[in-house]
């Protein structure tokens, strides 16, 4: 069902969904792109047209496809042709994706990649033979989830004391919220469990993008103030 939307832009709208509706379906696009490359090689053959290789620079005169070397050729390299086409993989998706949305429904969730959504949305749409599946009823199950931590208050005085005079660490900030969920809560937790101690540490560097972004890079430099605040901090305690 089309809903008409008011205004130039809902009028256009409107139109390419009124054309895209009266597309075939995708596969038989593909079929028919497919026999018109076969015709259009044939075409150009009777004329004699050739091109130049970029590579070589020789010139290739272009072969019918109808013809028994072209046929040949179809057959023998179909698979091939087909699995090496690079927009292959976005099309399938794309496709996949619409296929799920129409028949199935929606799902929103996220912000970004490789990033926990703190909310999700799906909509789905069943329908049945009978009047019964309206009675269906969907369960819940919570498969993973993440747990805080808060550093033990003893910390930020040990790591403090230990960095005293160091060459890398320039200052040490008692505390900081990182606003994220980490494995390390989980190790937090269990040393804790077994009657120790337990805290976070994070050296900070300027970043070029955010985390869970693919332009996200640091400064290495951070690794020395990692390795001096960690070695002193170990000297201290075996001092201790």
């Not at 075939?24 to 792109?33: A, C, E, K, N």
């Not at 292959?88 to 994706?97: A, D, H, K, M, S």
């Not at 329908?127 to 805080?148: C, K, N, P, W």
């Not at 160091?166 to 990182?178: C, D, G, M, Q, T």
Request: net charge negative; proline share 4%; aromatic share 6%.
């Amino acid at each position: 069902m089309s809903v008409a939307s008011g205004g130039a832009l809902g009028r256009f709208l409107d139109g390419v969904e009124r054309a895209g509706n009266r597309l075939p379906h995708p596969f038989l696009i593909f079929v028919y792109l497919a026999l018109f490359i076969v015709v259009l090689s044939w075409v150009v053959s009777l004329f004699g047209v050739t091109v130049e290789d970029p590579a070589s620079g020789e010139r290739i005169a272009v072969e019918s496809l109808i013809s028994r070397d072209g046929i040949e050729y179809m057959l023998t390299s179909a698979v091939t042709n087909f699995a090496e086409f690079p927009p292959l993989g976005t099309v399938l998706t794309i496709i996949l994706g619409i296929g799920l949305a129409q028949s199935v429904g929606t799902l929103n969730a996220g912000t970004g990649r490789n990033v926990i959504p703190d909310r999700a949305e799906m909509q789905i749409e069943t329908r049945g033979a009978t009047e019964d599946l309206d009675a269906s009823e969907a369960e819940m199950e919570v498969v993973g989830r993440g747990i805080s931590a808060v550093c033990d208050e003893e910390w930020p005085g040990i790591v403090e004391e230990a960095c005293g005079g160091a060459k890398f660490v320039l200052r040490v900030l008692p505390e900081a919220s990182i606003g994220g969920s980490e494995d390390a809560t989980v190790i937090m937790r269990r040393v804790r469990e077994r009657g120790g101690m337990a805290t976070y540490m994070i050296f900070g560097s300027p970043l070029a993008a955010g985390h869970h972004n693919p332009a996200f890079d640091w400064e290495e430099e951070a690794i020395l103030v990692g390795v001096e605040a960690l070695a002193r901090t170990i000297r201290r305690l075996c001092a201790a």
